[in-house]
């Protein structure tokens, strides 16, 4: 007869390495990647809910640090997504405050009498459900102009798998909250699907080198660099110089409607191998950022351009292929760390204005005599 206790303490304990190595990985990576502290911390949290769900006798005999740790997880999975998938260049602690306000509602909902404890429980597990929702968003959205081939993979089986699993404990709680029926999974196949996330985890981020938590490029670190990762063939370069045409003569980059495929049928070349240069040679980790890099650069010129000091932002913005003035403004930021009203202020002062130089340019015959 199988021993299940013994099999459930090996797929935890398998579950426990590979969240801990990966974790610690992380954290001694010396790239100021934005997934560093969050992974580390993520994977803590992730360590700390497989000893809380191992539950010996029907309960469990983990101390409440565990518990709100365990809890913890469930919040930090959505910064984590962000850091990984949204090509971030600095993380932003503001992100923490979810999983924060997640085992404050959690602590409401565990100690609280039992009779007036099921609403938090209910609001707890919604706001669970939907950070996981929006984690799945942020996942799915960027997947299209996600230029790294590892990434791309990664965003289907593994992620989309933890969000499920969060998603399932959501359900059990909500389940409970409102007395609704549910199946409670047994603490042995709980054990095997961490040590199975756990090991896939391990594989896509313990790589000698991980191109999952590279730090994004600048357009203009992008083209600084020498030393590309990529050995482009002669056909590369043929296709590289097709691409530098139509970015930089033609400037196809101001299209609103411009998609990586659109890009790749220009320079008449399967997609799969734009993808690949663009990130191997030219180091761009997304299509937006790659597009947007032009842009900006664009943009910086234009709103610096004493000549369009009274042409609007926005109109701008639309010019140089956005859709809207809301992109336009995080993208503008996010390159600069200014906006662009901040951007053009200090680009064009007042003494160099239009306005100003009119005035000084008339007639003198209309100036008062200061001499008088």
Known sequence: MVDTILLETLARGVACGGFGVTGLALVLDRRPTPVRWVGGLF?????????????????????????????????????????????????????LWPAAGLVVLWGLARFLPAEICRPFWLVFTLASVALVLHALLVIWRGWRGDLVVERRRLRGPVMVAAAGYMLLLSAQDMAWATGLPWFNASGLSQAVVLAVLAVAASVALLRPQPLLVEVP???????????????????????????????????????????????????????????????????????????????????????AAPDLALKSISTIAYDL?????GP??????????????????TQTPAATSPRLRLIETADPASKPDKSA
């Open 43 to 95: 994977f803590l949290c992730a360590m700390a809910h497989v000893i809380d769900g191992w539950r010996l006798g029907g309960a469990s005999h983990a101390a409440p640090v565990i518990w709100a740790m365990s809890v913890a997880a469930t919040g930090l999975f959505w910064p984590l997504a962000y850091a990984l998938f949204a090509d971030e260049r600095h993380f932003s602690p503001h992100r």
């Open 217 to 303: 490029a600048t357009s203009d670190s992008a083209a600084a660099s020498s030393t590309p990762a990529l050995d482009p063939t002669p056909a590369d370069r043929l296709v590289l110089a097709r691409l530098e045409t139509a970015m930089d003569g033609d400037e196809v980059w101001r299209g609103e409607d411009l998609s990586i495929s659109a890009l790749a049928a220009l320079v008449g070349a399967p997609e799969h191998r734009l993808r690949r240069l663009i990130n191997g040679v030219l180091g761009h980790r997304n299509f937006a950022d790659y597009v947007n890099g032009r842009r900006i650069e664009a943009a910086k010129t234009a709103l």
């Open 321 to 325: 292929g956005f859709a809207s003035l």
């Open 328 to 345: 336009f403004n995080r993208a503008f930021r996010a390159a600069t760390g200014v906006t662009p009203s901040e951007w053009r202020a």
